[in-house]
């Protein structure tokens, strides 16, 4: 018997939100609708209860036509599946008017829940504080691609980092930011520093990287409350990671699925 | 039963691990239920004699050698390095080798390298061979800025066709699938882990390694105590194997190449 069979009653046994997914455009630029099916499948066999999904454009420039198109799109998984999918609208702040009235559109239009920025700005650059002011009117949280990459940064000129958001946090305190996949592959340690004190920043402990101690460090210097459970296509690193961690069952169970961010869910998909 | 093929003892300069003595990795090999694990010194990636570290590595597991497989860290391009050969495997009896190239900074075309790959295929020891330790996006500023590339990690496995290799801490699944052709003309055997592949909607790793590589040449390696075990037996776990191939991969294979 394989010793970790056991430890999966986890995520059997207790609600579990993965905060951190996507859905992405087939070859024609609609909905892949075999890889929507097949991560709600793999939502099924590790026992996640609801994915939360964005379909965000990993490139530096993104007009306002091609991020409405990647909404519209999530729309379209989020009523295929609709008691698993919930979406995180993403949006370039570089269009501020336009990122605004997107984001506006897809909470009343969509039912969406939050929204994914990627690398195209700093968090903390004023160019996005509109959309920040937007999300706080609106109660939602805010995704963003994050990393410290202490090699090759120049792939990613303006990722946020650890930094970012602390500087954001402290300008805009009611604000909820989530500092995207810890384990995404740059120098953790450095983002958990960074953020420790600004209680309104959270992360996410998806990604590819499955460094020991990281969920225990993430969880020593945020609290359990501050860290969500997310897979961003590393499903089953992530699903293993906590089953791994030397935490507390009640801690773990906190991260499958955060109090602080139950009211987020409770908005029906429209 | 697990053996873990990628496990390593030793203090890391650049994050504390945290599990640095045999007696800390005994614990943790028991929190994972993880029977026996074969380990080399983290500690002689960094000496410029690696045989202080290799001597501290069987002086700290002697407690332990029922559980922990000393493979001994050799450096090919330091003076003295077959006089270290004749040591680690005559005189202490250490089980396996590992090199690092991208740490002891050479390249597969060092001459040295191929004697030293036919004098382990010579005594039938197997070469781990890892492109990394840890992720590159986060390494510390003062760590090796490469990763040993499977363009060289096959220019090593060619340099000499019967010895027996363990290939691991990449993409293992694309790297069986580049050598899937020289595999079978070779004599010596090829093996890998899969500590770096995933199963799941977005990338179909996993499946395609043991569909390249056959469930003969697929191993558990964690790369502990740099990463967490548990993750992969998750991994086997969700794969649903017949108990038989479940056997191989968790501890067979490794008893096959270690001739445990």
């Given at each position: 018997m394989n010793p970790i069979h056991e430890k999966r009653r986890l995520f059997t046994e207790n609600r579990v939100v993965n905060w951190h997914e996507h859905v992405w455009f087939d070859q024609n630029g609609q909905l892949?609708?075999?890889?929507?099916?097949?991560?709600?499948?793999?939502?099924?066999?590790?026992?996640?209860?609801?994915?939360v999904c964005s379909l965000p454009i990993l490139a530096q420039k993104v007009t306002a036509e091609e991020f409405r198109h990647c909404n519209d799109t999530l729309a379209i998984a989020m009523k295929r599946y609709p008691d698993v999918i919930k979406g995180f609208a993403f949006v370039n702040?570089?269009?501020?008017?336009?990122?605004?009235?997107?984001?506006?559109?897809?909470?009343?239009?969509?039912?969406?829940?939050?929204?994914?920025?990627?690398?195209?700005?700093?968090?903390?650059?004023?160019?996005?504080?509109?959309?920040?002011?937007?999300?706080?009117?609106l109660d939602i949280p805010i995704l963003v691609h994050a990393s410290k990459l202490n090699y090759h940064p120049e792939e990613q000129p303006f990722v946020s980092n650890g930094v970012h958001f602390a500087a954001a946090a402290k300008a805009y305190p009611e604000a909820r930011f989530i500092m995207a996949h810890i384990t995404g592959g740059g120098d953790w340690e450095w983002?958990?520093?960074?953020?420790a004190d600004t209680?309104?920043?959270y992360t996410d402990m998806?990604?590819?990287?499955?460094?020991?101690?990281?969920?225990?460090?993430a969880v020593a210097m945020l609290g359990a409350k501050r860290v969500l459970f997310g897979t961003d296509g590393s499903y089953l690193s992530c699903v293993g990671k906590i089953l791994a961690a030397n935490i507390s069952d009640e801690d773990k169970k906190i991260i499958l699925n955060n109090p602080d961010f139950e009211r987020y869910l409770n908005r029906a998909n429209a | 039963m697990i053996i873990d093929g990628v496990a390593y003892l030793g203090h890391w300069p650049f994050r504390k691990l945290g599990y640095d003595t045999a007696a800390e990795m005994a614990a943790w090999m028991d929190r994972a239920s993880i029977d026996k694990a074969c380990v080399s010194s983290i500690n002689s990636i960094f000496y410029k004699d690696v045989m202080e570290g290799n001597r501290e590595l069987m002086t700290e597991i002697s407690a332990f050698s029922g559980r922990m497989i000393p493979f001994a860290v050799i450096?090919?391009?330091?003076?003295?390095?077959?006089?270290?050969?004749?040591?680690?495997?005559?005189?202490?009896?250490?089980?396996?080798?590992?090199?690092?190239?991208?740490?002891?900074?050479?390249?597969?075309?060092?001459?040295?390298?191929?004697?030293?790959?036919?004098?382990?295929?010579?005594?039938?020891?197997?070469?781990?061979?890892p492109s990394r330790l840890v992720d590159i996006r986060g390494r510390h500023w003062l760590d090796t800025p490469e990763?040993?590339?499977?363009?060289?990690?096959?220019?090593?496995?060619?340099?000499?066709?019967?010895?027996?290799?363990?290939?691991?801490?990449?993409?293992?699944?694309?790297?069986?699938k580049r050598l899937e052709a020289l595999s079978a003309q070779r004599?010596?055997?090829?093996?890998?882990?899969?500590?770096?592949?995933?199963?799941c909607y977005y990338n179909h790793s996993l499946p395609n390694l043991l569909k390249t590589a056959g469930e003969d040449y697929v191993v558990f390696g964690s790369c502990s105590p740099f990463q967490y075990p548990e993750v992969q037996e998750l991994k086997l776990d969700m794969l649903e194997l017949s108990e038989e191939a479940y056997e191989k991969i968790a501890s067979g294979n490794l008893k096959t190449l270690l001739g445990l």
């Amino acid at each position: 018997m394989n010793p970790i069979h056991e430890k999966r009653r986890l995520f059997t046994e207790n609600r579990v939100v993965n905060w951190h997914e996507h859905v992405w455009f087939d070859q024609n630029g609609q909905l892949d609708e075999a890889l929507c099916d097949a991560l709600v499948e793999d939502a099924a066999r590790t026992s996640t209860d609801v994915v939360v999904c964005s379909l965000p454009i990993l490139a530096q420039k993104v007009t306002a036509e091609e991020f409405r198109h990647c909404n519209d799109t999530l729309a379209i998984a989020m009523k295929r599946y609709p008691d698993v999918i919930k979406g995180f609208a993403f949006v370039n702040p570089g269009y501020s008017k336009e990122a605004v009235e997107e984001i506006d559109r897809c909470v009343k239009e969509y039912g969406m829940i939050g929204i994914k920025m990627y690398y195209q700005y700093y968090i903390n650059d004023p160019i996005v504080r509109p959309v920040i002011e937007k999300c706080i009117d609106l109660d939602i949280p805010i995704l963003v691609h994050a990393s410290k990459l202490n090699y090759h940064p120049e792939e990613q000129p303006f990722v946020s980092n650890g930094v970012h958001f602390a500087a954001a946090a402290k300008a805009y305190p009611e604000a909820r930011f989530i500092m995207a996949h810890i384990t995404g592959g740059g120098d953790w340690e450095w983002s958990l520093k960074a953020v420790a004190d600004t209680p309104n920043v959270y992360t996410d402990m998806s990604g590819s990287v499955i460094d020991a101690r990281v969920i225990e460090k993430a969880v020593a210097m945020l609290g359990a409350k501050r860290v969500l459970f997310g897979t961003d296509g590393s499903y089953l690193s992530c699903v293993g990671k906590i089953l791994a961690a030397n935490i507390s069952d009640e801690d773990k169970k906190i991260i499958l699925n955060n109090p602080d961010f139950e009211r987020y869910l409770n908005r029906a998909n429209a | 039963m697990i053996i873990d093929g990628v496990a390593y003892l030793g203090h890391w300069p650049f994050r504390k691990l945290g599990y640095d003595t045999a007696a800390e990795m005994a614990a943790w090999m028991d929190r994972a239920s993880i029977d026996k694990a074969c380990v080399s010194s983290i500690n002689s990636i960094f000496y410029k004699d690696v045989m202080e570290g290799n001597r501290e590595l069987m002086t700290e597991i002697s407690a332990f050698s029922g559980r922990m497989i000393p493979f001994a860290v050799i450096n090919p391009a330091y003076p003295g390095w077959e006089n270290d050969f004749k040591e680690c495997f005559d005189v202490l009896g250490m089980k396996g080798l590992e090199l690092f190239p991208a740490y002891h900074n050479y390249k597969a075309d060092l001459p040295e390298l191929k004697k030293l790959l036919e004098m382990a295929a010579a005594k039938g020891i197997p070469v781990r061979l890892p492109s990394r330790l840890v992720d590159i996006r986060g390494r510390h500023w003062l760590d090796t800025p490469e990763n040993l590339s499977q363009d060289e990690m096959e220019a090593i496995v060619r340099l000499c066709p019967d010895t027996d290799f363990l290939l691991c801490s990449c993409g293992t699944a694309n790297l069986a699938k580049r050598l899937e052709a020289l595999s079978a003309q070779r004599k010596g055997r090829l093996f890998y882990d899969f500590a770096r592949l995933e199963d799941c909607y977005y990338n179909h790793s996993l499946p395609n390694l043991l569909k390249t590589a056959g469930e003969d040449y697929v191993v558990f390696g964690s790369c502990s105590p740099f990463q967490y075990p548990e993750v992969q037996e998750l991994k086997l776990d969700m794969l649903e194997l017949s108990e038989e191939a479940y056997e191989k991969i968790a501890s067979g294979n490794l008893k096959t190449l270690l001739g445990l």
